[in-house]
């Protein structure tokens, strides 16, 4: 290569590093979201489960079943809840989501281990988080083992502790249990946001937003009517999914229909406020959908507890996770679709997804207000 053509190179070269050092969203993607990325992943997000909360229904309060709660208590897995003392009080608390998990001794624990060299001790999970369900299992299973392997280190009898593992609300294990609530909350929250975010900027950088504020109808009515063909394709995607998880997948909606769908119309309303945020924000359709995705699919990937156990993540991060709308959807599915819960145990998801609504509306109203004025 010539020393002349060398020489053009470079001034191209430099010329495109003078272009991307000058345009700080650039700079805020190219190094930003790597360091964000390998801090959330490397750090923050983990399949590892700790402090599970996890209830203790001890019959025996013997020296077998005080010296494996022992174990458990001093293990970082787990918070034993010692208030849970009885199978009634243990529904409540798996409805609630209060526990994880519950360890039930039967009563004579320590005579049917030293006499008949056989003991069951049962686990109940809640599989409706299959992941983390299986994950507390192993943790238990193992703890056991550990329980029974150094007791038959000092003596010849083979003794055995047997745990009797009870999946609840995911008996068979299915994956579909958690992939399909964690999906709805994603794909409806990316259409509504996405799809309207687009929409307005889209009139805004054709010219054409003008003409429609100009004409006899007033603005929010403008706005209104770009909202109605989205809130109907959203609830139509609805029904796609739940025909869907009912009719391949094998999985019916175990609570109530109309409370879902009810549910699901204040999500989308949620999700159609936060587009409209994003569109008053935005200047270009690209700007809008890079917005939108960043918006909504990585925060309900990462920190709507679909993939991730929220408990197990740095304060921070936690805190942050309550911003997110997929995450109380995430619940509210949840609860609806897979345990069968009414109203009165997801009333503070509602309200919080509520007043997420009412904020987004009022803050497109105002900054709405001073762009067309």
Same mark, same amino acid.
């Given at each position: 290569?010539?020393?002349?053509?060398?020489?053009?190179?470079?001034?191209?070269?430099?010329?495109?590093?003078?272009?991307? =050092?000058?345009?700080?969203?650039?700079?805020?993607?190219?190094?930003?979201?790597?360091?964000?990325?390998?801090?959330?992943?490397?750090?923050?997000?983990?399949?590892?489960?700790?402090?599970?909360?996890?209830?203790?229904?001890?019959?025996?309060?013997?020296?077998?079943?005080?010296?494996?709660?022992?174990?458990?208590?001093?293990?970082? !897995?787990?918070?034993?809840?010692?208030?849970?003392?009885?199978?009634?009080?243990?529904?409540?608390?798996?409805?609630?989501?209060?526990?994880?998990?519950?360890?039930? =001794?039967?009563?004579?624990?320590?005579?049917?281990? @030293?006499?008949?060299?056989?003991?069951?001790?049962?686990?109940?999970?809640?599989?409706?988080?299959?992941?983390?369900?299986?994950?507390?299992?192993?943790?238990?299973?193992?703890?056991?083992?550990?329980?029974?392997?150094?007791?038959?280190?000092?003596?010849?009898?083979?003794?055995?502790?047997?745990?009797?593992?009870?999946?609840? !609300?995911?008996?068979?294990?299915?994956?579909?249990?958690?992939?399909?609530?964690?999906?709805?909350?994603?794909?409806?929250?990316?259409?509504?946001?996405?799809?309207?975010?687009?929409?307005?900027?889209?009139?805004?950088?054709?010219?054409?937003?003008?003409?429609?504020?100009?004409? %006899? @109808?007033?603005?929010?009515?403008?706005?209104?009517?770009?909202?109605?063909? !989205?809130?109907?394709?959203?609830?139509?995607?609805?029904?796609?999914?739940?025909?869907?998880?009912?009719?391949?997948?094998?999985?019916?909606?175990?609570?109530?229909?109309?409370?879902?769908?009810?549910?699901?119309?204040? @999500?989308?309303?949620?999700?159609?406020?936060?587009?409209?945020?994003?569109?008053?924000?935005?200047?270009?359709?690209?700007?809008?959908?890079?917005?939108?995705?960043?918006?909504?699919?990585?925060?309900?990937?990462?920190?709507?507890? =679909?993939?991730?156990?929220?408990?197990?993540? %740095?304060?921070?991060?936690?805190?942050?996770?309550?911003?997110?709308?997929?995450?109380? =959807?995430?619940?509210?599915?949840?609860?609806?679709?897979?345990?069968?819960?009414?109203?009165?145990?997801?009333?503070?998801?509602?309200?919080?997804?509520?007043?997420?609504?009412?904020?987004?509306?009022?803050?497109?109203?105002?900054?709405?207000?001073?762009?067309?004025?």
């Amino acid at each position: 290569m010539k020393a002349k053509q060398l020489e053009q190179l470079l001034s191209f070269i430099r010329k495109e590093f003078y272009h991307v =050092f000058r345009d700080r969203k650039t700079l805020l993607m190219l190094f930003g979201l790597p360091i964000v990325q390998i801090i959330l992943f490397g750090f923050a997000l983990t399949n590892e489960v700790k402090h599970a909360h996890i209830a203790i229904v001890d019959d025996a309060k013997d020296e077998t079943s005080m010296g494996i709660t022992r174990r458990i208590d001093a293990s970082k !897995y787990f918070d034993i809840d010692r208030a849970l003392n009885n199978k009634e009080q243990l529904e409540a608390a798996f409805r609630e989501g209060k526990i994880k998990a519950a360890l039930i =001794f039967p009563p004579r624990a320590a005579d049917a281990l @030293f006499h008949q060299h056989d003991m069951t001790v049962q686990i109940i999970t809640d599989a409706s988080e299959l992941n983390t369900a299986t994950t507390i299992d192993n943790y238990l299973t193992s703890i056991i083992g550990d329980y029974q392997q150094d007791m038959m280190a000092t003596s010849s009898i083979p003794y055995r502790v047997v745990p009797r593992i009870r999946m609840l !609300y995911n008996p068979q294990l299915k994956g579909e249990h958690t992939f399909i609530p964690g999906m709805m909350a994603m794909i409806m929250l990316l259409i509504c946001v996405m799809m309207t975010a687009i929409s307005i900027v889209r009139e805004k950088e054709l010219g054409t937003m003008e003409i429609l504020l100009v004409s %006899p @109808f007033k603005p929010m009515m403008v706005i209104v009517s770009k909202f109605i063909p !989205y809130l109907l394709i959203s609830l139509f995607n609805v029904t796609s999914i739940l025909l869907l998880s009912r009719f391949l997948l094998g999985l019916p909606v175990q609570g109530s229909i109309v409370l879902l769908y009810t549910e699901s119309l204040l @999500f989308v309303i949620t999700g159609l406020s936060l587009g409209l945020l994003i569109s008053i924000i935005s200047k270009t359709q690209q700007t809008a959908m890079f917005a939108s995705v960043m918006a909504t699919m990585l925060p309900t990937m990462l920190l709507s507890g =679909f993939i991730f156990p929220i408990e197990n993540m %740095p304060l921070p991060l936690q805190i942050l996770s309550n911003i997110v709308p997929s995450k109380w =959807f995430y619940i509210i599915v949840k609860s609806i679709m897979i345990k069968g819960l009414g109203f009165e145990h997801i009333w503070k998801e509602t309200l919080i997804l509520v007043g997420m609504t009412l904020v987004l509306m009022l803050v497109c109203r105002k900054n709405f207000k001073i762009r067309l004025e």
